[in-house]
T-cell receptor, first 113, second 110 residues
Framework: KAGVTQTPRYLIKTRGQQVTLSCSPI?????VSWYQQTPGQGLQFLFE???????NKGNFPGRFSGRQFSNSRSEMNVSTLELGDSALYLC????????????FGQGTRLTVV | QQQVKQSPQSLIVQKGGISIINCAYE??????FPWYQQFPGKGPALLIA?????SEKKEGRFTISFNKSAKQFSLHIMDSQPGDSATYFC?????????FGAGTRLTVKP
């Protein structure tokens, strides 16, 4: 069974640009969560989607947005990039119900210059 | 607001020793407590998890101890090996929301 796939793996953008990251969950998983990982802040929760609906949102500015498609694939968008947005962005998928185990992708390393 | 506090930030242990990482949480609504292991260049991978109705769970060399009244839980790695060198994250989950600790970088010296 294929794992969580995130594309692209690496990205370099300029301040002020916008970026879209993609996440394909494990087949059958309908919940997708996004996290920002930085050396100083650890893993910070961005948002979680289920059946194309955002169910939870972390404490990030409105420049960070996301969406989920009917096939459970998810995208995350960051507009007006700032240097501080440089981070590893991780996506995790999980089933619903009692099994709350989250499987992570390898992440997208975003560098803002 | 950091809902899950993890310590220590870094830990160095000799091969064969016991590694202990501690976490404390604030929200009593959390009902699932996983530990993740992350190697450089990889995403976190689930190591072991516990629910608050048990006080201890053991899987091989890895044990979670859970103290519901103190709102604390810890990971014990017995007979630590150099291959265990990684960053470990505790987490707490409730209602489709997972919150992570800041991580502990474990180094096991041969």
């Amino acid at each position: 069974k294929a794992g969580v796939t995130q594309t692209p793996r690496y990205l370099i953008k300029t301040r002020g640009q916008q970026v879209t990251l993609s996440c394909s969950p494990i087949s059958g998983h309908r919940s997708v969560s996004w996290y920002q990982q930085t050396p100083g802040q650890g893993l910070q929760f961005l948002f979680e989607y289920f059946s194309e609906t955002q169910r939870n949102k972390g404490n990030f500015p409105g420049r960070f947005s996301g969406r989920q498609f009917s096939n459970s694939r998810s995208e995350m968008n960051v507009s007006t990039l700032e240097l501080g947005d440089s981070a590893l962005y991780l996506c995790a998928s999980s089933r619903q119900g009692e099994n709350t185990e989250a499987f992570f992708g390898q992440g997208t390393r975003l560098t803002v210059v | 607001q950091q809902q899950v506090k993890q310590s220590p930030q870094s830990l160095i242990v000799q091969k064969g020793g016991i590694s202990i990482i501690n976490c404390a949480y604030e929200n009593t609504a959390f009902d699932y407590f996983p530990w993740y292991q992350q190697f450089p260049g990889k995403g976190p991978a689930l190591l072991i998890a516990i629910r608050p109705d048990v006080s201890e769970k053991k899987e091989g060399r890895f044990t979670i101890s859970f103290n519901k009244s103190a709102k604390q839980f810890s990971l014990h790695i017995m007979d630590s090996q150099p291959g265990d060198s990684a960053t470990y994250f505790c987490a707490a989950y409730n209602n489709n929301d997972m919150r992570f600790g800041a991580g502990t970088r474990l180094t096991v010296k041969p």
